[in-house]
């Protein structure tokens, strides 16, 4: 029963990925006399989890990052949290709207302040330079020991006694485990503060239509184009999202993670976005302890 189950489950899902028609899902159903609905539950529930999954994209042209789009635009700015500093004035955060109609491009400092280029050439070849010198020193499977004399660097494999009531039972064995790297990727969340729905991009791909790509469980309908909140770096080296598609209008370019893209004047604004690079893993052992066999 499990099994049918399950085969059931897979075939709905197809729907849902366009890979199965309706019919077919009907089909089945009424062949096995099976009521659907506590199925149809079950599957809206995996494809609410599933939709938190990572998309392969397309990967970085390098030559692609300067292209223009074919229509003028008229950018209508949104006013920050924060000041900005445009060619060495800090403009009151809302002050920014005295440049609208104004193509700019933002970068996140870390700091008190946002920086803006309104020259997207400059902006082209600090993301080409970024790019190009990413790729050449690029190794995804670096990892940095970790300078901090106190943590262990060497495996025990000790065995720590255990007693219940005085009486010795067994045992357990620790020992000092590095973790394994993450693969670099950047994460899109559709909430400040990494929250709600998760779409990932590895690094050195993009994703040039973000309506390309659906966002919540299937029967929402929603997609992710104007729904990220805050954006999540792991690994990567840089990230940039853009106000159009094909990575054209305005854009924000991002060398950490950004946890509120509210407060940068960037909520639900996205429509593409890029990510590439990839920084040393900082190789911290954990103690990881379990049962002691010494049978093996």
Known sequence: MAERRNDLIDLISAVASGDASREDVVADLRKKKIDALDLLIEVFARQAKASSRQTPGERVDVQALSQRSDAPTKPVQRVPGLPVLLRGTLYDPADITRFDGTE???????????????????????????????MARSDYTTMKETTDTSVPTVTDGGV??????????????????????????????????????????????????????????????DDWNDNI????????????????????????????????????????????????????????????????????
């Open 104 to 134: 700019l491009h933002f970068i996140a400092t870390g700091k008190d302040h946002i920086l803006a280029i309104d020259d997207r050439a400059i902006m082209e070849n600090l993301w080409q330079t970024s790019y190009l010198a990413s």
């Open 160 to 221: 720590r006694p255990t007693s219940v009531d005085g009486g010795y039972t067994g045992g357990y064995t620790c020992a000092w485990v590095t973790p394994t790297a993450p693969n670099p990727h950047t994460n899109f969340y559709e909430d400040i503060n990494y929250g709600g729905d998760r779409l990932e991009l590895a690094s050195g791909f993009e994703i040039p239509k973000l309506s390309g790509h659906h966002l919540g469980p299937f029967w929402s309908g």
């Open 229 to 296: 909140s805050s954006i999540q770096m792991v690994r990567t080296e840089a990230t940039v999202i853009f106000e159009h598609v094909n990575k054209t209008g305005q854009s924000f370019s991002f060398f950490r993670s950004e946890p509120n893209l509210v407060n940068l004047g960037w909520n639900d604004r996205a429509s593409s976005a890029v990510t590439w690079g990839a920084t040393a893993w900082l190789a911290v052992p954990t103690l990881v302890c379990g049962p002691y066999n010494p049978t093996g």
